[in-house]
C-alpha cells in the first residue's frame, strides 16, 4: 500500500523516521494526532523552465499562488508571492475588461487579461522557484565543496540579488466603476 493514501502508514512514517530526532514535545503532537486528519502527497519539483517557455493559461483559465509557483519555504515567499498573484490578476483582468471606464465582461478580453497577467508573472515565479531550489538544497548539503560554495557564493554574491527579488512592488489596483 502506498504510504500516502493509509493514515496509519503516515503516522508510523512521520515518528519512526522524519521525527526521530526531533524534540519529544514535537513528537508527541504527531503521536497523538486522529489519524483521519491525517494526510500526504509527494512533493513533485516544478523545472522554472516550464513557466519560461509553457502557457501558464488557456482560455479563461489561469493557474496562480502554489500551482503557479511551487517552492519549498527556504525563503518564506510562498504566499506573499501568491498575494502578488491576486494583485497582478486582479489588475490585469480589470485593465483588459475595462470600456469606457466602466467593466464590460468579454471572453475575449478575459484571455488578453489573464496572457498579460502570465507574461507579467512568468519571470519573477521562475526566478523565485530556482531561488528556493537553490537555497534548499545548498543548506542541505554536508561536503565541504558545497559549504564554501553556500558561504562564499551564495551568501556572498546572491544576498543581494535575493534581496532585490523579495523587495518587489505588484503596482496599484485602477478604480472604476462597475457596469
Known amino acids: 500500500e502506498e ?8 503516522k508510523q512514517d512521520v515518528t519512526d523516521r522524519v521525527a526521530k530526532d526531533w524534540p519529544k514535545e514535537y513528537r508527541e503532537v504527531v503521536e497523538h ?3 483521519d486528519t491525517l494526510t500526504q502527497a509527494p512533493l513533485f519539483f516544478r ?3 516550464s513557466l519560461l517557455f509553457g502557457n501558464l493559461s488557456r482560455g479563461s483559465v489561469t493557474v496562480a499562488g502554489d500551482a503557479l509557483h511551487p517552492m ?10 501568491a498575494l502578488e498573484d491576486a494583485v ?15 467593466i ?5 478580453a478575459i484571455e488578453e487579461g489573464l496572457r498579460k497577467y502570465g507574461n507579467e508573472r512568468r519571470w519573477r515565479s ?10 534548499g538544497w545548498v543548506q542541505s548539503q554536508p561536503w565541504r565543496l558545497v559549504k564554501m560554495f553556500r558561504d562564499k557564493i551564495c551568501y556572498g554574491l546572491m544576498f543581494n540579488r535575493f ?11 485602477p478604480s472604476f466603476k462597475l457596469a
Open 72 to 81: 519549498t519555504s527556504d525563503i518564506g515567499q510562498g504566499g506573499c508571492t
Open 3 to 10: 504510504i500516502w493514501k493509509s493514515p496509519k502508514l503516515i
Open 104 to 108: 464590460e465582461f468579454d471572453h475575449k
Open 88 to 102: 497582478v490578476l486582479a489588475r490585469n483582468l480589470s485593465l483588459a475588461l475595462r470600456k469606457n471606464g466602466k
Open 47 to 49: 523545472s522554472p523552465l
Open 33 to 35: 494526532s486522529d489519524l
Open 126 to 135: 521562475a526566478a523565485l522557484i530556482a531561488y528556493a531550489y537553490l537555497s
Open 163 to 173: 534581496v532585490d527579488l523579495v523587495d518587489y512592488n505588484s503596482g496599484e489596483l
